[in-house]
């Protein structure tokens, strides 16, 4: 059979996936780690092999590794039973592999479907416009959305580039926030069964545990105690490494428990790699409970040396944050003692402990239940700054936990009169109610530059932040469902994620050093060009179509985000309502980014020769496209001062980056503040602190070589972890409000909270008994 007639039938039996003749003549052929990253993610494929055969391009592993097994791509030569041979295009150069001819059995052989990005862009942007409600409005949005995607304008989610328009009934929603969960054996199971299925479907979770009682803490019905919330967690992570997603991926979780349960200190200690830094912990921090927390988690040789931890894979399956309240960073402010409290479940009414199982996940904060004279336990008490200093040796240490500062989240929530905000999804860029998922979308602002005027392609980046909105809204109306409750908080809500990636290659062509106050303000002038041009649209949009089926104009006028909004976009909403609670969040876009060539999310480059461990492969060298474009096109060796990495900040300058943008986004931002090994406790301190001054919503730290393993490394080289931490002494100093620090957020219009706003109140019910002890709820 030819060549042709062989393509013909391919065709044919796939009929989701475009012919490249069909989608034009000018066709992008990605190169490299960016069109392994396309065939591997993004691109459909024919998993039975059915029509495997010679000249094929495939993926394979190139190289096992226990960890990082190399992937590649390459072309079929040679197809014997099962056993296929495959010529290796990418990479071009691996140690002891003869890269022109790599048998591998057939099994283990992947074979795309979809080669150029354009197939990909045109059956995405066909699928997404199918949901307009007439054949010209599907016919003229088709032609946008493909505009938009084939010149990689904006780049969806990767959920939405595999699923949309694939009939492979995965979701389009890369992550999801579930309840809390029923403090009950039945309730855990009901949630990770849930878990288990929306992870099976390309989706990852956020889960908080602080509804689980503490360790120790009584059983009934079985005469025993509980084995703790922690414990739960690590059963709930396990899942992740056990599911693959919707046929390409891992899966992927944030455990998040809040800053005044009882097993809180254990939570923080539970993921620390390095026996060193427990050693240290115990000989530093003043506290018995704490000391004795991580000496439970420390293995010591005969002499009383460092030699282990008790489980170093405990919790690898999920990323992990404290949920911070405003009470506890007041406490620390202020020198105030901190009480790690849960429910009294030994001294509950009987009306109280069936109140406690119907309701107390819904509560999910002891705060609010002390509020209504509900029986509290104290567990322990410390000073709040010694757990804020154990927040902090970890973070610094271990990269994790991340802080999510919830009060923050919720005091400025769009939702807020119908959903309060309780845990945010993996990556931490979209804080969501229960059954919430986040819907994203990223603009490529390395696209957005006119080189003849030296500035934003400011009706570019208007246009295409029009289109990608309701391309995102329309996606909500796309996805298959397979839990009626996300369908529910989904289409009532229709939240948007929209985000960002190449903010540092769009810095680098208007020649301004990121983290530079003249960066600051460029960022700032940005950002809320977007957000003013989202919101607008969003209002036409519910003009067109409605808006979300949970608006409340005047209850939504007064959130927290809105009423910072510019007086044009409040009046608009006035007038015609709007299609979407929220439309802004900045995803890490890590996968999309690297694919499309560009800075990921809203970061700087991690170095602009570096390499990258991951399911691809380990230590795989990135020379950066913008750097070597530079050094080619000028002939030098060395990049002019706007060429700034992350290893060239200072951490407290990402902050001020995240703060700046921040004002501008609805949601959250996804942002590691990377930082040398010099990096010390008090840097730590005082830039968590400097960010929930300034608003942000979350903030994560990473120290070079803290981990065992890290996704980027400037050498080839595998961090150790048994050595022992550069010793210094933790103060209790929590000042953070240094002047050129306020000088800067004063030059971009970053302010910090107010009195009032750190102490919002974030309730929507009010509960309380009446004499006879029957419940009384009131919401507002």
């Known amino acids: 059979m030819a060549h042709a007639q062989l393509l013909k039938d391919e065709y044919s039996l796939f009929p989701s996936v475009i012919s490249p003749s069909e989608v034009g003549s000018t066709l992008t052929k990605l190169e490299g780690l960016q069109r392994l990253v396309m065939l591997d993610r993004y691109s459909l494929r024919d998993n039975t092999l059915t029509t495997l055969k010679k000249g094929d391009t495939v993926v394979l592993t190139v190289k096992d590794d226990p960890k990082f097994p190399m992937q590649g791509y390459g072309v079929v030569t040679d197809i014997e039973g099962d056993k296929v041979t495959v010529r290796v295009e990418y990479p071009d150069f691996v140690e002891g592999v003869d890269l022109s001819a790599v048998t591998r ?32 409005k599907r016919r003229y949005w088709f032609k946008k959305f493909y505009w938009m995607l084939k010149n990689m304008y904006a780049i969806p989610g990767g959920r939405i580039l595999y699923g949309a328009g694939s009939d492979a009934g995965v979701t389009l929603f890369n992550c999801f926030v579930l309840p809390n969960m029923r403090d009950s054996r039945g309730g855990i199971i009901e949630h990770i069964g849930v878990a288990t299925e929306i992870m099976s479907r390309g989706g990852g979770v956020g889960s908080n545990i602080s509804t689980l009682r503490p360790a120790k803490a009584p059983v009934e019905g079985v005469n025993g105690f509980s084995s703790g919330a922690v414990s739960w967690g690590g059963y709930l992570s396990n899942l992740t490494p056990l599911i693959i997603q919707g046929g390409s991926r891992r899966g992927a979780q944030m455990i998040a428990m809040y800053d005044w349960h009882p097993d809180v200190v254990e939570f923080i200690l539970c993921k620390i790699q390095n026996p060193w830094i427990l050693d240290k912990i115990i000989r530093e921090i003043p506290d018995d409970y704490i000391r004795s927390r991580a000496e439970y988690f420390l293995v010591r040789d005969a002499d009383g040396t460092p030699k282990g931890v008790r489980d170093s894979n405990f919790m690898t399956g999920a990323n992990i944050s404290v949920l911070v309240s405003n009470d506890f960073m007041q406490a620390v402010v202020s020198g105030g003692y901190w009480h790690l409290r849960y429910p009294d479940l030994e001294r509950f009414t009987p009306e109280q402990k069936k109140f406690y199982n119907d309701y107390w996940h819904e509560i999910g904060d002891v705060r609010k239940w002390e509020e209504q004279g509900l029986p509290v336990k104290v567990y322990h008490t410390l000073k709040a700054e010694v757990l804020w200093d154990l927040i902090n040796i970890c973070a610094r240490y271990s990269a994790e936990p991340g802080v999510i500062f919830i009060d923050n989240c919720n005091n400025m929530s769009n939702s807020w009169y119908y959903a309060p905000l309780l845990v945010t999804n993996p990556c931490g860029e979209q804080p969501l109610p229960k059954y919430g998922v986040c819907n994203l979308i990223a603009i490529n602002l390395a696209k957005m530059y006119d080189e003849a005027k030296h500035d934003v392609a400011w009706e570019l980046l208007e246009e295409v932040s029009r289109v990608s909105q309701r391309f995102a809204d329309n996606v909500i109306d796309l996805s298959p469902y397979f839990l009626e409750e996300n369908e529910k908080m989904a289409k009532g809500e229709r939240r948007v994620g929209k985000g960002e990636m190449g903010l540092a290659d769009l810095m680098i062509k208007l020649e301004l050093p990121y983290g530079s106050e003249e960066m600051l303000r460029k960022t700032d002038e940005i950002f809320r060009f977007i957000a003013v041009t989202s919101y607008l649209e969003s209002c036409n949009l519910a003009e067109e179509k409605g808006s979300f089926p949970f608006f409340d104009r005047e209850k939504y006028l007064q959130s ?30 890590g996968s999309t980014g690297t694919m499309v060539g560009v800075s990921t999310g809203v970061e700087p480059y991690f170095a602009f020769k570096y390499y990258r461990s991951g399911r691809l492969g380990k230590f795989i060298p990135v020379d950066t496209p913008i750097a070597q474009e530079y050094k080619e096109k000028h002939g030098v060796d060395e990049l002019p001062a706007w060429f700034v990495s992350a290893q060239d900040l200072t951490p407290m300058e990402h902050v001020r980056v995240q703060a700046t943008i921040q004002r501008w986004v609805d949601s959250a931002i996804s942002k590691t503040c990377n930082a040398p090994s010099t990096f010390t406790v008090e840097d730590n301190k005082r830039l968590y602190m400097e960010a929930w001054r300034l608003g942000c919503k979350g903030v994560t730290v990473y120290v070079d070589g803290s981990r065992d393993t890290q996704v980027l490394s400037v050498k080839a080289e595998e961090p150790t972890m048994d050595v022992a931490p550069v010793e210094e002494e933790v103060k209790v100093e929590v000042t953070a409000n240094v002047e050129s620090e306020s000088k800067v957020a004063v030059a971009v219009g970053v302010r910090e909270m107010t009195d009032a706003e750190l102490t919002a109140d974030t309730r929507v019910c009010k509960i309380s008994f009446d004499e006879t002890g029957n419940m009384i709820k009131e919401c507002s």
């Open 105 to 136: 059995h057939k099994s283990t052989i992947i074979k795309p479907l979809e080669i150029y990005w354009e197939q990909i862009a045109f059956r995405v942007a066909r699928a997404v416009a199918s949901v307009e409600t007439t054949r010209e």
């Open 560 to 589: 927290g985000f809105v009423k910072t909004l510019p007086e044009e976009v409040k009046a608009e909403i006035r007038k015609k309502g709007i299609r979407n609670v929220c439309s802004l969040t900045i995803a890490p876009t």
